[in-house]
Nanobody, 123 residues
Framework: QVQLAESGGGLVQAGDSLRLSCVAT????????MGWFRRTPGEERELIAAISTMGINTEYADSVKGRFTISRDNAKNTLYLQMNSLKSEDTAVYYCAVSRTQFGRNSDEYGYWGQGTQVTVSS
């Protein structure tokens, strides 16, 4: 059974940094592309970062480009999201997910979701 466990969220001030982690079990982690999503109340879940199996290719939503970095450690079955220069509009629940394709650029390419971790940025 595939399980994804996010951690690292919290309450920070604008301009601060956070690093989220996502540990994957029940899956051959090195063989799957991964992504980070976020959702705010009343909004659709938004794909903000994607990474290929070996971490060579990455893509970002315009809203986080230049501030967030997605990475992975296949030896530890762990996906990361380094978030710098946080803004109040980054407040959301953040989820990691497994792509069903070689590189998930759209939300409907993803399956297997974690429970999410709350990030709150105060201004």
């Amino acid at each position: 059974q595939v399980q994804l466990a996010e951690s690292g969220g919290g309450l920070v001030q604008a301009g601060d940094s956070l690093r989220l982690s996502c540990v994957a079990t029940g899956i051959l982690f090195r063989d799957v592309a991964m992504g980070w999503f976020r959702r705010t109340p009343g909004e659709e879940r938004e794909l903000i970062a994607a990474i290929s199996t070996m971490g060579i290719n990455t893509e970002y939503a315009d809203s986080v480009k230049g501030r967030f970095t997605i990475s992975r450690d296949n030896a530890k079955n762990t996906l990361y999201l380094q978030m710098n220069s946080l803004k109040s509009e980054d407040t959301a629940v953040y989820y990691c997910a497994v792509s069903r394709t070689q590189f998930g650029r759209n939300s409907d390419e993803y399956g297997y979701w974690g429970q999410g971790t709350q990030v709150t940025v105060s201004s």
